[in-house]
């Protein structure tokens, strides 16, 4: 950017649009971004929180794609794609996945479409392993961490001992130092810590030489800033889910970032009246990879018919999702947070066969009802759901593409939600590729 004129910093520049998954992750996010980024001309995508414990998966170009880190934008080669302050960057898993998805080798110039944050902090391989050695430690009451060393970084974040991008492409005989007494602050901690750290030190310096000759790290906050005002349309990019939230989720079974509107705010420097549209994306049941809190969980019939017809196995883990019914009380609460203004309702085919479906509209605890979801973690195994039951439509969805041609049963199933939570659906998933969208 030329020389900054003055006045620049006040102007205001395109509104921004945030997409978030609005339930536990794994609602379809990929999907949904891809095809805004086809359909409405998004110039920017960007992460804001979370790390490689992510997984989105887009199909598109008669491909599948993983993505853990990178935003899902990479794979449009009209799009630039923003890695934010506020994610943790493995940057062994950065490059793979780059190498993993074919980036590198099918599209020229991909370098000149992706910056990553000089502020964001980078997972290191001690990270990793006190995961592991810190989960074990919990014996029955595990959180379901992916031991991808995301919450020790943000730990380190916040005890303020971590390093940053920057840090990695400064001096490197401080960046020594500092790496060097992380490790050895851990291993205090768990003396069964297990790292070769020169070998590290000369593979993130490999990584510090890649990431300058291509030019991969800047102040991504003045990059959007610019990008707004010269009419850009930016996409938040939200990772996990806002149930998985560290203040507003079933805590302590979240993540340890903030995956509810505000984290577009913080982990990338976007002012929040900058942000006007919040689009929550929802399975039409409700999926949980992990431990945790799953009040609509089913354990039968129901349960397995809709992991094993929604193919519900997790991105990132490969392990199988927890399923159940859809959930309005959580999905009500996380609407408060959140100011959505539409929702993306996807995988409503899943339900296809089922010859009643169950909503979760209400909780009673010790008697009690409650509108909205408890605070006290031991609450949550008291509760009791309220359903309400729906008849099935029990016809095939997955070849529709206008909502007049739905089901009238299912159209009620989509009306009874909009009317409970008071957002509009302005999305509807019949089908895993970017075309099996109805949008209204």
């Known amino acids: ?42 110039d920017v995508t960007a992460r804001c929180q979370g790390g490689n414990n992510a997984g989105h998966t887009v199909f598109a170009n008669g491909k599948k794609y993983d993505f853990h880190i990178l935003p899902s934008g990479i794979i449009s080669e009209k799009c630039h794609n923003v890695i934010g302050n506020g994610v943790v960057v493995n940057l062994d898993a950065f490059f793979s996945e780059l190498e993993h998805n074919g980036i590198t080798r099918d599209q020229v110039g991909w370098e000149k479409r992706i910056l990553i944050s000089d502020r964001a902090h980078i997972v290191l391989r001690v990270h990793a392993q006190v995961d592991g050695h810190a ?78 000759e291509l030019g991969l790290v800047a102040d991504t906050s003045v990059f959007l800033h610019q990008a707004r005002i010269d009419g850009k349309k930016v996409l938040v990019e939200g990772a996990n889910g806002a149930l998985l939230d560290i203040d507003f989720g079933t805590y302590p079974f979240v993540t340890s970032s903030n995956a509810t509107v505000g984290g577009a705010c913080t982990g990338l420097g976007i002012p929040p009246t900058a942000v006007k549209e919040v689009i929550g994306v929802v399975k039409a049941y409700q999926t949980r990879v992990g431990s945790g809190p799953f009040p609509t969980e089913q354990f039968n019939q129901d349960g397995e018919r809709l992991q094993q017809i929604g193919c519900e196995v997790g991105v990132t883990t490969g392990r199988k999702r927890r399923c159940g019914w859809l959930d309005l009380v959580l999905l009500r609460a996380a609407t408060v947070i959140n100011g959505f203004t539409g929702f993306a309702l996807t995988k409503l085919d899943i339900l296809d066969s089922f010859g009643e479906i169950k909503i979760g509209v209400g909780y009673k605890i010790d008697g009690e009802v409650r509108e909205f979801p408890p605070a006290k973690a031991s609450d949550w195994d008291k509760i009791e759901v309220e359903y309400k039951v729906l008849p099935g439509w029990k016809s095939v969805t997955s070849e529709i593409r206008n909502y007049d041609e739905l089901p009238e049963l299912c159209k009620e199933f989509i009306a009874f939600i909009e009317d409970f939570v008071g957002v509009p659906i302005k999305y509807i998933g019949v089908g895993a590729s970017r075309e099996a969208l109805i949008v209204r």
């Open 1 to 42: 950017m030329a020389k900054i004129p003055s006045g620049w910093a006040g102007k205001q520049g395109a509104p921004v649009t945030v997409l978030l998954g609005a339930q536990w992750g794994d609602e379809g996010k990929g999907k949904i971004i891809d095809f805004l980024i086809q359909h409405q001309q998004v």
């Open 135 to 212: 989960e074990s430690a919990l014996n029955a009451k595990k959180i379901g961490t992916t031991n991808r060393g995301i919450g020790p970084t943000y730990s380190s974040k916040a005890f303020r001992n971590g390093l940053r991008v920057a840090d990695l492409l400064g001096d490197f005989s401080e960046f020594t130092a500092r790496y060097k007494a992380i490790v050895a602050y851990y291993r205090t901690q768990f003396p069964s810590v297990d790292i070769n750290e020169e070998e590290e030190l000369a593979v993130l310096a490999g990584h510090a030489k890649t990431l300058r």
